[in-house]
C-alpha cells in the first residue's frame, strides 16, 4: 500500500469514524477544496470542518469502510460503505460513496466525492421514497 493509500485509510479512520476534527488539519492542506459535499462548492477546509460537525452530530455511531482504494501518482481513489443510526429520528442508515483525491506533500489538496446522499435522506424520512421515480416523470 502506498503513502497516498494509507493517508485515505487515515482520512476515513479519524476524521469520520473517530470524528477527530483535528485529524483535518493535520491530513488537509489549508488551501484545499472539495467537490461533491454540498452546496456552494468548492468548499474550503474551514466549510469542510463545518460539514463534518454537521453530519458527525446526524450520525454519531458513522461507520465507513473502505471497499477499495486505488492509488496512482498524487492521487487516490475509493470506493466506500457508510453505516450508522440517524440521531434525530433513530433510523439506520446504509449508502455509498465514492472519490478521487489529489495528494501533494502528504496532505489532501483536492477531492472529488460522489455520495449517495439522496438514500441518505430517504432513509431518514426527509423526502418521500418514491422522489427518484416522481422526479423522472413515473411517481
Not at 458527525?56 to 475509493?78: N, S
Not at 449508502?95 to 441518505?120: A, C, K, P, T
Amino acid at each position: 500500500m502506498g503513502a497516498n493509500s494509507e493517508l485515505a485509510r487515515r482520512w476515513f479512520n479519524e476524521v469520520w469514524c473517530e470524528h477527530c476534527t483535528d485529524a483535518i488539519d493535520k491530513m488537509m492542506s489549508a488551501d484545499a477544496y472539495f467537490y461533491g459535499t454540498g452546496p456552494g462548492e468548492p468548499m474550503g477546509r474551514e466549510a469542510f470542518k463545518q460539514f463534518h460537525r454537521l453530519f458527525c452530530t446526524a450520525v454519531p455511531d458513522l461507520r465507513i469502510k473502505l471497499v477499495q482504494v486505488i492509488e496512482q501518482g498524487e492521487w487516490v481513489a475509493f470506493h466506500a460503505h457508510v453505516s450508522g443510526t440517524h440521531a434525530a429520528t433513530g433510523c439506520e442508515i446504509r449508502f455509498q460513496g465514492s472519490g478521487l483525491g489529489r495528494v501533494e506533500n502528504g496532505l489532501i489538496v483536492e477531492g472529488h466525492n460522489s455520495w449517495d446522499f439522496l438514500s441518505y435522506v430517504i432513509q431518514i424520512g426527509a423526502v418521500p421514497a418514491d422522489a427518484v421515480a416522481a422526479a423522472l416523470g413515473g411517481g
